[in-house]
């Protein structure tokens, strides 16, 4: 299995004249190829920044960015500027969560796809690009007609479709869902990732899906990534981390999405608020929250334990069950 | 007491305020220690005639009365600050109302009001002015009334305009859902929060008012009866060429009382723009 | 459906189209918009009813009807055998009393200029409830301190954007408790906030509600959790109620071709549920003059002849079940 992303020790501060703000600290993870993982955190948790960081879509002034992000044999982050625009779009392409509003409302449609398969292919002939905008409209089960359509005259999900379509143009090794499927119905979403799940054998492309919404993780993602105010708790197959969390903050996480058949459950918050994210925390980031925080917790970092079957998490309690 | 060190803080951080705020304290100043800070009352007819800047005991000079000029620029402001405030309050009142009774209880006492605020903006002012004082008398009264009378379209329409977007947000219909009747609403929650862009614009037409005023006395249709700058330009027209101070010195009094309503207003915006009061808020 | 507390009926809400219809007003040629199209339920006193739709379906427009936010252009709705029509008419304050509303958006519910005392006494104050200041400030702070909200003394004073979206959330709940009502209409009242706290909010709510016996009608568009919050559920299609029932019926044997396809598409946060979501082509049309149909028609996997011709009878099955398709 290739490794298409090793992401390591990934941080990311806003630095502006008073404070700095430490959105993310240290985050690891990998994604191997036809992997499709689902980066799971509530507000502040620091995914949405973890993915424009991943990407350089971050203000240069204002952000420091530490770490590695192994992309097919580059370092995403320390690449040159020109380096990492070859990738963009025809490696490494993005759908952002209001990407509908991205399209300009006096072109048609089909006009502006075929403007951006012609960043990367720019000899390409007027047929070659419309029967590659053409497939990947019918992967997203769109109608051709559309080719010929203003924005305005398509629904919200049916633009979301038309830039998922866009971001596969050039058959991208990794896509980044930023909770792409959130601001659309449940019948629209239910389809989209039906779609998405559909494609992952036909094209392949590895995804990365970025939501607060485990129960999208759940039914369309094989892997799990859990982040809490910038730091990634937990990661491993969705098998297994659903069924098994190790974190506990996991497990809060869990208990209070309900179950959509079976027991009605009783649902449970999780007590407390997110911390001071301009405050450096000595110990595990959590700790203020957690039911079953020991002394330990609240004054040392927890080190990333590797559960087996690519199973990690940042846990003294699972250090000390380990022994 | 929070809230104020808060507000303090807001001023301090923004220049443009800051520096109109330190400019209106000197005017205020000049305003109150009037009697204090000049040698001679304004209306003293002196022996010298035309004395230049730095004369013994004149250092403005005086006009061809033997008036000081240094004590009619003082007097001055008296004046300029008086129509200032009163134009503006008058036009800001009758704005803040008209306009958001006009947003807020729409369908056709919108349209109505609308159409009038047109007609309003579509007369010259000035020709209104003009024909106001000709008509009614020159009065300081008059000039003040009249001013306020034909900058209140502008507050009405931003006053509208807020209204119309505050009315969609749902602690107003959440005031509906309480019981609360349609005065209640637009007195305790469509005005208070949409009276912002009206209150920085007010400083502007502050500055308008200034400015109009000196233009009237300049022609001569300003009251008589007291100081004004416009007058002390008018009078130094006559001997420009050879005495320029008169007029030169009253038209920087313009120029910097002007300059300073104006940082003053464009400051306000700064501060008080939305955003920044409700920081903290999603 | 009598002998119900709260009884819906008939209700609809017709916009016109703008700019459609003659210059002196011809009707023929107007369109109207049907965002609620003739809606019918009954709840029995302290029940939740859920209700659940996609976007055009009409649901936010009729929690607006039930508050009176806007005025119905036809039916009425009964509490106690008593017309909120006529109460209103006769005793607003009364009817405001009886009925109260909680936002989707907390972060919008409060005016910004007031702290949470104000907002707080002032509907004490509008309707009379306490006699004099002192009475009304103990009665904020212990229904602050109803709602889990300490130290009630300092929360009395801060302003709302100070607060956190759940604890503004559970202090619109306890201002809507505050008047006493008979029914609570909550608008999507946790969807704008994060995860970890809706459970919170969820359960304060059925725990308020409960102990006083007010009804309350839930709309949302999570499903998974108006099943579990609701007694019953009723699913909304283009302004009408296309099927009804018990919660636990309505997402475990769905009738209607329409909630079959809704609940299918449900991701569950349950791995070992995997369904296979029914395709519906096309999106939620917009309800400008609806066909003389099924509205479902044009969508449904199953439609027939009859289905294009005819609007279906509402049907009952089982229990409370009801349904409306010719299919079903």
Redesign the interface.
């Known amino acids: 299995m290739a490794r298409v992303l090793d992401v390591r020790n990934l941080s990311v501060t806003y630095k502006n004249k008073n404070k700095c703000v430490y959105a993310v600290s240290n985050a690891s993870f990998s994604i191997d190829q036809g992997d499709s993982m689902g980066i799971v955190g509530?507000?502040g948790s620091g995914k949405s920044t973890m993915a424009m960081a991943l990407l350089r879509l971050l203000p240069r002034k204002k952000t420091v960015v530490e770490g590695e992000a192994g992309f097919l044999g580059q370092d995403l982050l320390h690449i040159s500027d020109e380096q990492l625009d070859r990738l963009r779009w025809k490696n490494l392409s993005v759908v952002f969560q209001k990407a509908m509003n991205s399209f300009s409302p006096v072109h048609r449609i089909g006009d502006q796809i075929e403007d951006i398969y012609r960043i990367h292919e720019p000899n390409a002939t007027r047929k070659e690009a419309h029967g590659q905008a053409a497939k990947m409209l019918a992967l997203v089960n769109l109608n051709e007609r559309v080719y010929k359509l203003y924005p305005h005259e398509l629904?919200g999900?049916?633009l979301q479709r038309v830039m998922i379509a866009v971001s596969l143009l050039h058959e991208p090794d990794l896509l980044i869902m930023d909770e792409a499927t959130t601001a659309l119905?449940?019948?629209?979403?239910?389809?989209i990732?039906?779609e998405l799940r559909k494609m992952e054998s036909e094209l392949k492309t590895s995804r990365i899906i970025i939501t607060?919404?485990?129960?999208?993780v759940?039914?369309?993602c094989n892997k799990i990534a859990v982040m809490y105010a910038g730091s990634l708790l937990e990661s491993g197959h969705?098998?297994e981390v659903?069924?098994r969390p190790a974190h506990p903050y996991t497990k809060?996480?869990?208990?209070?999405?309900?179950?959509?058949?079976?027991q009605?459950?009783v649902?449970?918050?999780?007590?407390g608020?997110l911390p001071d994210m301009a405050a450096r925390h000595e110990g595990c980031i959590f700790a203020a929250r957690c039911p079953e925080a020991m002394e330990k917790c609240k004054s040392a970092a927890p080190a990333r334990t590797d559960l087996g079957n690519d199973h990690f998490v940042s846990c003294h309690l699972i250090e000390v069950e380990k022994q | 007491m929070k809230k104020l060190l808060k507000i303090l803080s807001d001023i301090t951080q923004d220049r443009q305020f800051f520096a109109g705020l330190i400019g209106v304290a000197i005017l205020l100043l000049l305003v109150v220690f009037a009697p204090l800070i000049t040698k001679y009352p304004a209306d003293f007819y002196g022996p010298d005639s035309l004395a230049r800047p730095g004369s013994p005991g004149h250092w403005l000079g005086t006009n061809h009365m033997g008036q000081d000029i240094w004590s009619m620029l003082v007097y001055g402001t008296r004046t300029s600050l008086w129509v200032a405030v009163v134009a503006a309050f008058i036009s800001g009142s009758i704005g803040l109302l008209v306009g958001g009774v006009a947003g807020f209880f729409g369908g056709k006492t919108d349209m109505v009001i609308s159409e009038i605020i047109n007609i309003f903006m579509m007369i010259p002012d000035l020709f209104l002015i003009m024909l106001v004082v000709a008509l009614f008398g020159n009065s300081l009264t008059n000039v003040m009334v009249i001013i306020g009378l034909t900058t209140w379209p502008r507050n009405a329409k931003l006053m509208r305009a807020q209204t119309l977007s505050l009315k969609e947000r749902v602690f107003v219909a959440g005031a509906r859902a309480m019981g609360e009747n349609k005065n209640q609403i637009l007195f305790k929650y469509i005005i208070p929060n949409g009276m912002y862009p009206v209150i920085s614009n007010t400083t502007m037409s502050m500055a308008y008012a200034v400015l109009t005023e000196a233009a009237l006395s300049f022609m001569g249709l300003g009251d008589p009866n007291v100081i004004s700058w416009g007058q002390m330009i008018n009078d130094g027209r006559n001997y420009i060429t050879h005495a320029p101070w008169v007029s030169v010195l009253a038209g920087l009094a313009v120029v910097f009382t002007v300059l300073v309503f104006n940082l003053l207003g464009d400051g306000l915006n700064h501060i008080l723009n939305p955003q920044k009061l409700q920081r903290g808020e999603r | 459906m009598s002998g119900n507390y709260i009884e819906i009926k008939d209700i609809s809400k017709f916009y016109p189209v703008k700019g459609s219809g003659t210059l002196l007003g011809g009707k023929g040629s107007r369109k109207l918009v049907k965002a609620v199209n003739g809606v019918s339920v009954g709840m029995a006193q302290g029940e939740v009813l859920g209700v659940i739709g996609e976007s055009g379906c009409g649901k936010s427009t009729l929690a607006r009807l039930l508050t009176r936010l806007e005025t119905p252009t036809a039916g009425d709705v009964f509490i106690g055998g008593v017309s909120t029509g006529k109460m209103l008419e006769q005793d607003a304050k009364k009817f405001y009393r009886t009925v109260q509303i909680v936002f989707q958006n907390p972060y919008d519910a409060f005016t910004p200029r007031d702290t949470i005392e104000q907002l707080l006494s002032r509907p004490l104050k509008n309707h009379g409830i306490c006699p004099d200041r002192a009475s009304r400030h103990e009665r904020c702070a212990e229904l602050l301190e109803s709602g889990n909200l300490r130290p009630a003394e300092d929360i009395l004073k801060r302003y709302p954007h100070e607060l956190s979206g759940g604890q503004l959330q559970r202090i619109a709940i306890l201002r809507a408790m505050s008047l006493d009502p008979a029914v609570i209409v909550a608008d999507e009242p946790v969807s704008m906030l994060d995860v970890s706290v809706r459970a919170d909010i969820i359960n304060m709510l059925l725990e308020q509600s409960a102990s006083k016996k007010v009804t309350v009608v839930f709309i949302s568009h999570d499903i998974a959790l108006t099943r579990h919050v609701a007694d019953n559920i009723a699913v909304m299609y283009l302004g009408r109620i296309v099927e009804y029932g018990a919660a636990q019926t309505i997402i475990e044997s769905p009738l209607h071709p329409y909630t079959q396809a809704l609940i299918s598409n449900c991701a569950s946060i349950d791995i070992a549920d995997r369904v296979e979501p029914i395709r519906i082509d096309g999106e939620p049309p917009t309800p400008i003059d609806p066909g003389p149909g099924c509205f479902f028609a044009d969508r449904c996997p199953v439609a027939e002849e009859i289905c294009f011709r005819e609007y279906p009878e509402t049907a009952a099955r089982a229990g409370n079940h009801r349904v409306a398709c010719h299919k079903a």
């Open positions: 509530e507000s629904s999900g049916m119905d449940v019948v629209t979403q239910g389809q990732l039906g607060h919404d485990i129960s999208v759940s039914s369309s969705v098998s659903l069924a809060g996480l869990l208990a209070a999405f309900p179950p959509l058949r079976g009605r459950v649902l449970e918050s999780i007590p608020y």
